[in-house]
């Protein structure tokens, strides 16, 4: 099972579609995830704008939040007829929104109510339906607890469980604290691996070199991988090679990849989307190189600004060298 070998994780306010795209120039072959996106909004909101994607971000699924099966179900059906490749439940967030809205990880209480998300949605659509957990929930943290839960939505045709390897504290912690406090625990998704080996398991939580990825891979069937991939991204132009064995795949350079992604944004300004929206996501591309600050400040300093355009990546770089 490869299909999720790397994943890069769903990330509210991350992994936008500029994100994503920018993402896709540096590796071919990582899986990529949206924000969560919640049946909610695209019952009631601008579905179409909420759903759109690059063609360039195959594969590529959509995270959903949400607890009722219907509406689950039809947002399934519209992810699918969207061009998704996969639709991923969100059964890992903490947030009190999350909980008030019941859904989340408070949802790993509630197996029986995640199997039936699971059941009405594969009865809707052909592409696979995922979960995201967590590893447990407040005291409800026993590998029984977790198996309990993998077990329900197993039974119900889920095959493909990523686990971000440490419990969530809803009481006291805020969501920021919930992704750093609890401790990681790999060996237990690694025996979750061992007890269900026909399941594809993902292991997500502080995995941030390709050197890590490849220790787990020798566990479980793919890695997911997320803060590292926003802020540190440029490991992302070595796992085509490293991960994926493509030695012959031409390489990008950074520089590549900036200026694929210029052109991009030159394409979208035109189409009224704000410099500011894309070049957020390009700040934290040169860290460790000599010039990395003077790049950041002349994008952070001036994309706010009205009528600002794509020169400000050229100028940018031109700052930096
Ligand atoms: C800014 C931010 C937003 C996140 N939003 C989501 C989300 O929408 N859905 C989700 O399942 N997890 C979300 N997460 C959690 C990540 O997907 C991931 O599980 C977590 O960051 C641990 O992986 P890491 O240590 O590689 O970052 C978010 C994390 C961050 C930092």
């Known amino acids: 099972m490869t299909t999720h070998k790397l994943c890069i994780a769903p990330m509210m306010e991350w992994t936008d579609r500029h994100f994503r795209y920018l993402v896709r120039l540096m590796t071919k072959h990582t899986r990529l995830y949206t924000e969560m996106l919640t049946a909610g909004a ?8 909420f759903l759109r994607f690059d063609e360039s971000e195959h594969p590529i699924a959509l995270q959903l939040g949400g607890s009722d099966p219907i509406e689950m179900a039809q947002s399934a059906k519209w992810g699918e007829q969207a061009g998704y490749d996969e639709i991923n439940i969100n059964v890992g967030c903490p947030s009190d929104r999350v909980q008030a809205g019941r859904f989340g990880v408070c949802l790993m209480r509630e197996p029986a109510l995640i199997a039936e998300c699971v059941t009405a949605m594969r009865n809707q659509v052909n592409i696979p339906i995922t979960v995201k957990c967590r590893i447990g929930v407040d005291h409800d943290d026993s590998y ?12 119900a045709g889920c095959e493909t469980l990523i686990v971000h390897a440490r ?3 809803l009481k006291g912690l805020n969501p920021k604290q919930n992704r750093e406090v609890p401790k990681l625990d790999y060996q237990r998704i690694y025996q979750l691996k061992i007890d269900n ?8 939580g502080g995995i941030n070199t390709i050197e890590d990825i490849k220790l787990h891979l020798k566990h479980v069937d793919g890695v997911m991988i997320g803060r590292q991939a926003y802020k540190h991204p440029e490991f992302l132009l070595n796992v085509d ?27 979208n300004i035109k189409q009224g989307i704000p410099l500011k929206s894309m070049a957020k996501h390009i700040l934290n591309l040169y860290q460790g190189i000599p010039g990395a ?18 020169d400000l990546i050229y100028q940018g770089l031109e700052k930096m060298y």
Do not use: T
């Open 144 to 155: 029984d607890f977790l198996c309990h839960f993998v077990d329900s939505i197993k039974q």
């Open 167 to 169: 419990k969530a504290w």
């Open 293 to 310: 600050k003077k790049w950041r400040r002349h994008l952070s300093e001036n994309m706010h600004k009205p009528d600002v355009g794509v």
């Open 42 to 49: 695209l019952i009631h909101g601008d579905r179409e704008r």
């Open 197 to 204: 080996p026909n399941m594809n398991i993902v292991i997500n």
């Open 241 to 267: 090679k490293e991960i994926y064995g493509q030695a012959n795949s031409k390489q990008p350079s950074m520089n590549d990849v900036i200026h694929e992604y210029a052109m991009y944004v030159e394409k």
